[in-house]
């Protein structure tokens, strides 16, 4: 699935990693980018006939502003954005224990090649906003948000916490992903490592993201007005044929993260109306939805085999 403007902080982390742009940089958005030789327009001046001014990588977030990104991945090219990507684990399986997971695609000179029969300036813009060639699963954007809010730290989905065997020890770790590296086809390719962002890099990413949900021009302020928890946040849409699919993805609280979600809402329009679900999950996730709700805390012993 395309997932649009939520890819955008991949662009930001490649374009500040790779020295095209710095956090000072500006870049000034006219509301048509005309650098790729077609005109490609920033949905600011589709909606409103101007652009967004001059943008840093931070105010770009903000006001998810197409024009800034379109340049920084102008001058990163194709190949430099999908290598970001796959860091992230992006266009690999996550490995999580579930058989039927798809891969899905990062940008690449062969996969453009492969869909436009070349490699044009549009190839590079279009990859670096999430649109073309970017094709992932809502389980890689959620993995690629938490690495975004802890800083780079790898994260490798699970839904086993641990395997207890029937003579009641655990079995370690390596042993459980072993086999279901084995029986789902794993390969090391799915480890994603750590990645190495400067400090002052990720700061201004987070910021922007902040903003997002709290900032006077954020993409998701209204959704997010008078919410008890900070969150971090990007809207995205994408084109689906003649429809347009919504996305946003967050994390919460902002200075200590402990939750990344993402929602895809297919056919939903602009991303900020699925904020609201990303915020209704947050807010459940630290029980502000409820009040005087007792967990039944009982449990008892079921044994599986292992095999």
């Known amino acids: ?21 710095t956090t000072k940089t500006t870049i000034y958005d006219s509301g048509v980018y005309t650098k790729a030789g077609i005109p490609q327009k920033c949905w600011y001046y589709t909606d409103y006939h101007t652009g967004h001014g001059r943008m840093n990588v931070t105010t770009a977030i903000e006001n998810s502003c197409n ?4 340049e920084v991945g102008y ?33 690449s000179t062969e996969i453009a090649k492969e869909s436009d029969g070349k490699v044009s300036p549009a190839s590079h813009t279009s990859a670096a906003i999430g649109q073309s060639y970017n094709d992932y699963t809502p389980l890689q954007m959620a993995k690629y948000i938490a690495m975004i809010a802890n800083s780079g730290k790898a994260v490798n989905p699970t839904i086993v916490k641990n395997v207890i ?8 770790r390596e042993q459980v992903d072993a086999y279901v590296n084995q029986k789902l086809g794993l390969t090391d390719e799915n480890t994603t490592k750590d990645i190495d962002i400067d400090k002052n890099y990720i700061k201004a990413i987070h910021k922007g993201m902040k903003s997002v949900t709290s900032g006077d021009r954020g993409t998701a ?31 919460a609280p902002y200075d200590n993260p402990e939750i990344a979600v993402v929602v895809l809402v297919e056919n939903g329009g602009h991303g900020n109306y699925t904020a609201e679900v990303v915020r209704d999950i947050i807010g459940e996730y630290f029980g502000m939805n409820t009040e005087k709700v007792k967990e039944n805390m009982s449990a008892y012993k079921e044994i599986e085999t292992y095999r």
Do not use: C
Not at 67 to 70: H, K, L, P, R
Not at 86 to 105: D, M, N, V
Not at 165 to 172: E, F, T, Y
């Open 75 to 107: 001058h990163l090219k194709i190949d430099k954005i999908g290598q970001y990507a796959r860091a992230f684990g992006l266009g690999y399986k996550t490995g999580i224990e579930l058989p039927y997971e798809a891969a899905g695609t990062a940008p």
């Open 1 to 21: 699935m395309r997932l649009g403007s939520i890819f955008k902080m991949v662009t930001a982390v490649a374009g500040l990693k790779e020295k095209v742009v």
């Open 67 to 70: 024009y800034y990104f379109y």
């Open 165 to 172: 065997a029937s003579n009641g020890v655990q079995v370690p």
């Open 221 to 251: 302020r209204s959704i997010f007005e008078g919410f008890e928890i900070d969150v971090g946040g990007k809207t995205g849409s994408t084109e689906a044929g003649s429809w347009t699919n919504a996305w946003f993805a967050g994390f």
